[in-house]
């Protein structure tokens, strides 16, 4: 049977998402910031998807501002809070594990002249602490640290690392990368302390091309878009309003019987890891437990290949992935990989597989299978 394992890539669309998302396309097409009820139809739309995303997070309605996805989110985020505090100061932190639309922000973000640091995590994908206590500074003006890790599910201590750069420096603009966690953990910004927040739709099952970015009323950031001046100046454009609204049922979905469907995310993960710890010559990278994601396990595999054993498990129905998918047509290594210290042989032969609320076991035990006939095969032709 078809195994769809790779849902940190991308989910399927529910059916509720699919149903409002073509109710927006045929019944609210107007133009949102058109004055004529056409365009106050389309704008009550965007006004309720506002609401509800604000009231799940315990937030301000107009401290949510929609983008095109999470890279868009983590751009506007950076670029524009150090282009908006440079005068208090220019250095900047972050980890060696972000996503490339975070460690590419800020290799250009150091191309204009700030101090870009970044952190160093323990082999389970942790920030060090003493790492941060040390590099926080009373001039670090933003810090940057993703709440769950892409690729090996690493889940960072948000409220922790909240208190040490609060301690330095109170007025620290302090960014969370929340794409692969939003809709798997209930996250409230103000209590976490955190500034500003990305999400991206098609990680939990809304349209790829909708998010949004969380951003505190007190905090100071710069647009990067210009134009006619929509979501208050700070990101120009008009607004997809079917992706939005298609965004705002997905999360209310995520969060109806949350604790259930965490719950069983989890137990999907047991079922898979307990499966993968009997197969010979395999490694899971970062906590396999409970202490990190519910929805990611990262697999080495000795002897084979990641792309030839992504490759054969196609052949056979089951989709997983070899890293990041936003950058796995790129031959280069994990940056995460690399942070977290695995063997240089375990560097190209890692794969991730990802659940979603759709997942079911029968697809795991699929997966399973697959591996335990194709590993022995491959070894063999590779002599290993």
């Given amino acids: 049977m078809e195994a769809y394992l790779d849902n940190s890539a991308t989910t399927k669309v529910s059916e509720r998402v699919m149903e409002a998302v073509l109710a927006a396309m045929t019944d609210y097409y107007g133009n949102p910031s058109a004055m004529h009820s056409m365009g106050v139809r389309a704008e009550n739309k965007v006004r309720e998807a506002r609401e509800l995303l604000a009231r799940l997070m315990k937030v301000g309605e107009k401290e949510i501002y929609f983008t095109s996805g999470g890279t868009e989110a983590n751009n506007m985020a950076l670029i524009g809070a150090a282009m908006a505090n440079r005068r208090a100061g220019n250095r900047i932190l972050t980890t060696q594990i972000e996503h490339a639309s975070v460690s590419n922000t800020m290799a ?24 941060l206590r040390e590099a926080m ?52 910004p103000k209590r976490l302390g955190i500034d500003l927040l990305s999400v991206s739709g098609h990680k939990l099952h809304a349209p790829k091309g909708v998010g949004f ?6 905090v100071k950031v710069k647009p990067i878009l210009f134009g006619g001046g929509q979501q208050d100046g700070l990101r120009s454009g008009t607004l997809n309003v079917p992706g939005i609204v298609g965004l705002a ?22 079922l898979f890891v307990t499966g993968i710890q009997k197969i010979e010559g395999t490694k899971i990278n970062g906590y396999p437990g409970r202490e990190s994601a519910p929805h990611i396990v990262s697999v080495s595999f000795d002897g084979v290949r990641s792309e030839v054993l992504l490759h054969v498990l196609e052949e ?6 070899a890293g990041s998918a936003c950058s796995s047509h790129k031959a280069s290594i994990s940056p995460t990989f690399k942070a977290l210290g695995l063997e240089k042989k375990s560097l190209d032969a ?11 076991e029968q697809e795991i035990c699929s997966a399973l299978e697959a591996l335990r006939e194709t590993l022995p095969v491959l070894r063999k032709v590779t002599g290993r």
Wanted: hydrophobic residues 40%; aromatic residues 14%; proline residues 2%.
């Fill in 213 to 218: 970015l969380y951003k505190n009323d007190h």
């Fill in 137 to 188: 500074t009373e001039d670090t003006i933003l810090v940057s640290v993703m709440y769950v890790n892409n690729e090996i599910g690493a889940v960072e201590p948000i409220e922790e690392i909240n208190h040490v750069i609060r301690a330095v420096n109170p007025s620290v603009a302090f960014h969370v990368d929340a794409i692969q966690a939003f809709g798997k953990y209930k996250i409230y």
């Fill in 249 to 270: 049922v997905a999360a209310e979905e995520s969060y109806t019987d949350f604790d259930e469907k965490q719950k069983r995310l989890y137990n999907l993960k047991e």
């Fill in 350 to 360: 890692t794969l991730r597989f990802s659940f979603s609320t759709f997942t079911t």
């Fill in 108 to 131: 250009y973000l150091k191309e204009q002249g700030f101090d870009i640091v970044a952190l160093p995590v323990d082999s389970y994908g942790q920030l060090q602490m003493q790492a």
């Fill in 316 to 321: 056979q129905e089951v989709y997983v992935s």
